[in-house]
Antibody
Framework: EVQLVESGGALVQPGGSLRLSCVAS????????MSWVRQAPGKGLEWVAN????????DYVDSVKGRFTISRDNAKNSVYMQMNSLRAEDTAVYYC?????????WGQGTVVTVSS | EIVLTQSPGTLSLSPGERATLSCRAS???????LAWYQKKPGQAPRLLIY???SRATGIRDRFSGSGSGTDFTLTISRLEPEDFAVYYC?????????FGPGTKVDIK
């Protein structure tokens, strides 16, 4: 079964850091771009970042540039999001998704809450 | 940044009726790099359409996409009870890959 499972979401104070993980199974992970997409409470979907198959290319939405870093480990079938200098507006469900363009497979999401 | 506008904001229909959802882009979306997703509360989004008109794997043929340039449409030919949800369009022609604000299809 093709599957993505996220973890690492938590309650964190403003200015804090968090690392999200996503483990893939059921497909050849190293053949796909991967993405992170988020949904803030009561809001729509927002594409956050993507990463090429070998990690050589990365792209981010402007609001997270310089604070978030996407990375991957193909040996572990995993993609990560290091989130630093977190703000209240980063509060959201974060989804890991397959492909860097449209997303054909999604994880169930992990909740990040930034609050004091 | 390409801004997507979806209309209507909410569509109130009965099961069996036809739903027509619109997505308009602020700039031409090249190569029809537009997708549609279905989102239900507490669930992950589900890809319905990519390339403006190609159905994703396992998507029933009552869902169809059309359009090019700046105007795109998602049509649900006959609404089933499980189709009541929020629908988002997304362009992936140019970074950042933006989503529209969504159209909620609810039961009349």
């Amino acid at each position: 079964e093709v599957q993505l499972v996220e973890s690492g979401g938590a309650l964190v104070q403003p200015g804090g850091s968090l690392r999200l993980s996503c483990v893939a199974s059921g497909f050849t992970f190293s053949s796909y771009w991967m993405s992170w997409v988020r949904q803030a409470p009561g809001k729509g979907l927002e594409w956050v970042a993507n990463i090429k198959q070998d990690g050589s290319e990365k792209d981010y939405v402007d609001s997270v540039k310089g604070r978030f870093t996407i990375s991957r480990d193909n040996a572990k079938n995993s993609v990560y999001m290091q989130m630093n200098s977190l703000r209240a507006e980063d509060t959201a469900v974060y989804y890991c998704a397959r492909r860097g363009s449209f997303a054909d497979i999604w994880g169930q999401g992990t909740v990040v809450t930034v609050s004091s | 940044e390409i801004v997507l506008t979806q209309s209507p904001g909410t569509l109130s229909l009965s099961p069996g009726e036809r739903a027509t959802l619109s997505c308009r882009a602020s700039q031409t979306v090249s190569s029809s790099n537009l997708a549609w997703y279905q989102k239900k509360p507490g669930q992950a989004p589900r890809l319905l359409i990519y390339g403006a008109s190609s159905r994703a794997t396992g998507i029933r043929d009552r869902f169809s996409g059309s359009g090019s340039g700046t105007d795109f449409t998602l049509t649900i030919s006959r609404l089933e009870p499980e189709d009541f949800a929020v629908y988002y369009c997304q362009q992936y022609a140019r970074s950042p890959f933006t989503f529209g604000p969504g159209t909620k299809v609810d039961i009349k």
